[in-house]
């Protein structure tokens, strides 16, 4: 069916995925963060479909890489320093632009409210 996700391509399949859904403090109570989860979203095939996913469900915990409140940022085509600065710095490290990672569709919307 067109539009359907394959989720078999997903990079956290096989993953404990209780991770995406941990609040920052326990994240960094099993020292971990959130660039070391979004390492595993933004290597994968399937990110922009999750992160779309995700926004049209209204999904809580991390998807396509963005937290829940990234997320709700991004639908309201948020201005916010804190949201542009600490994901641009985080795909920075991967090599990625905002456009890049949210996908045109996503990039488009939250620029132009």
């Not at 809580?60 to 710095?89: A, H, M, P």
């Amino acid at each position: 069916m067109p539009g359907e996700v394959d989720w078999d391509k997903a990079r956290c399949r096989g993953l404990n995925t209780e991770i995406f859904y941990l609040e920052d403090s326990q994240l960094q109570d099993r020292r971990m963060n959130l660039k070391m989860i979004r390492k595993v979203c933004f290597n994968c095939p399937i990110q922009k479909e999750c992160l779309t996913t995700a926004i049209e469900k209204g999904e809580e915990g991390i998807w396509g890489g963005l937290s829940q409140w990234e997320r709700n940022e991004l639908v309201k085509g948020t201005r916010d320093v804190r949201f542009l600065q600490s994901l641009r710095k985080d795909l920075a490290e991967f090599g990625l632009t905002l456009r890049q990672a949210l996908g045109e569709e996503w990039y488009e919307r939250a620029y132009n409210h």
